[in-house]
């Protein structure tokens, strides 16, 4: 994700109101706790995962034929003309993944298509940030406490950016998460990405999941690979089994 440094004492305190409320999880390695009863999990084919959105950023789309065959539903590259030509934009150079309120962009249209055909239970967008500390993730979804435990499950494997931010929102501990007046200020000004249409469009929740471009390759396809893998363990059951037993949040 491109990011500029904006600072807005408005959205300041955002992180720390994301990080109210939400009861630690006890990490899965060394805990001799006794492991609660399995979850029925959702089929893999209910998490989409899409990749090569910016040209430039090649491990999203190259770890998706191994998630295609582990039975997730992939889409990309999302901008062949830029990963092709290792250029973050369109051939006109526009950004796809600020095209998504548009109607004559062939690429968002061809995103739209696969979404409004498979209706998933989670979408998860692949990127690299020249400029992350570690890897991190942008939720959309505020009611949801997600993407906040896929960090958590995956702490002691990566790097994790203690203080990611994009655009004028800032997170912590690896998690930006905007509120839903963000997302609507988002959403009026009709500027807006992958991850924020799938949200509004189909009702779901999505993450944006960014590493370090200096990361080796290997960790960046690593990396994608075990947040797509511990997002989908984490999912849980289908919503009509979830209604009654929500994870603590
Ligand atoms: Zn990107």
């Not at 998690?175 to 779901?204: D, K, T």
Request: proline share 9%; net charge neutral; hydrophobic share 40%.
């Amino acid at each position: 994700m491109q990011r500029r440094s904006v600072l807005t004492s408005a959205l300041g305190a955002l992180g720390s109101l994301l990080a109210a409320g939400c009861a630690p999880v006890p990490s899965a390695r060394g805990s001799t706790a006794t492991p609660p009863a399995p979850t029925p999990l959702r089929p893999r084919s209910e998490v989409a995962v899409t990749g090569g959105v910016h040209g430039d950023e090649p491990s999203g789309a190259l770890v998706l034929p191994e998630l295609e065959a582990l039975g997730f539903a992939t889409f990309g590259p999302c901008n062949p003309w830029g990963f092709a030509h290792h250029k973050r934009g369109l051939a006109d150079g526009r950004d796809l993944n600020r095209s998504f309120a548009r109607d004559d962009v062939p690429e968002v249209a061809a995103v739209q298509r696969f979404l409004e055909a498979r209706r998933p239970a989670l979408l998860l967008d692949l990127h690299e940030d020249r400029d992350a500390a570690g890897g991190y993730l942008i939720q959309h979804g505020p009611d949801d406490d997600l993407g906040r435990r896929v960090i958590r499950a995956l702490g002691d494997e990566f790097a994790i950016d203690p203080e990611p931010s994009f655009l004028v929102v800032t997170g912590e501990d690896g998690v930006l998460r905007p509120s839903a007046a963000v997302l609507g200020v988002v959403e009026l000004s009709r500027f807006y990405g992958l991850a924020f249409h799938a949200w509004l469009a189909l009702g779901i929740t999505t993450l944006v999941v960014e590493c370090p471009r200096g990361w080796p390759l290997a960790d960046r396809l690593r990396w994608h690979r075990r947040v797509v893998e511990t997002a989908h363990a984490l999912l849980g059951p289908p919503r009509a089994e979830a209604l009654g037993a929500r994870p603590p949040r």
